[in-house]
């Protein structure tokens, strides 16, 4: 059965740097958006970046432009999250998320969602 699975988050000092990985045995990342989104106790899902298929066109949410970076390795079918001076807001369960469409300027619906790795951003 394809899944999703996330892995790399951990504890990590203000300032550091953290590296997550989305595998999906069963599926072909490179036809489809890959989404990475976050949550925080008693906060809303947020969507921190896309990776559209195809052409891997990338966008990132506001609050981790120029610190976070998405990638994609195919031969692997494989999903990073590149996360660099990492700060205390950041701290939260982060997912990946598949979406039946390729292009992430036009996906509405996540179909199939990993089952989170936490990261914690703490002195």
């Known amino acids: 059965q394809a899944q999703l699975v996330e892995s790399g988050g951990g504890l990590v000092q203000p300032g550091g740097s953290l590296r997550l990985s989305c595998a999906g045995p069963?599926?072909?990342?490179?036809?489809?958006?890959i989404g990475w989104f976050r949550q925080a106790p008693g906060k809303e899902r947020e969507k921190v970046s896309c990776?559209?298929?195809?052409?891997?066109?990338?966008d990132y949410a506001d609050s981790v432009k120029g610190r976070f970076t998405i990638s994609r390795d195919n031969a692997k079918n494989t999903v990073y999250l590149q996360m660099t001076n990492l700060k205390p807001e950041d701290t939260a369960v982060y997912y990946c998320?598949?979406?039946?469409?390729?292009?992430?300027?036009?996906?509405?619906?996540?179909?199939?969602w990993g089952q989170g790795t936490q990261v914690t951003v703490s002195s």
């Open positions: 998320a598949l979406s039946a469409g390729s292009l992430c300027r036009t996906v509405i619906l996540y179909d199939y």
């Open positions: 069963g599926f072909t990342f490179h036809n489809h958006a």
């Open positions: 990776i559209s298929g195809g052409d891997a066109t990338i």
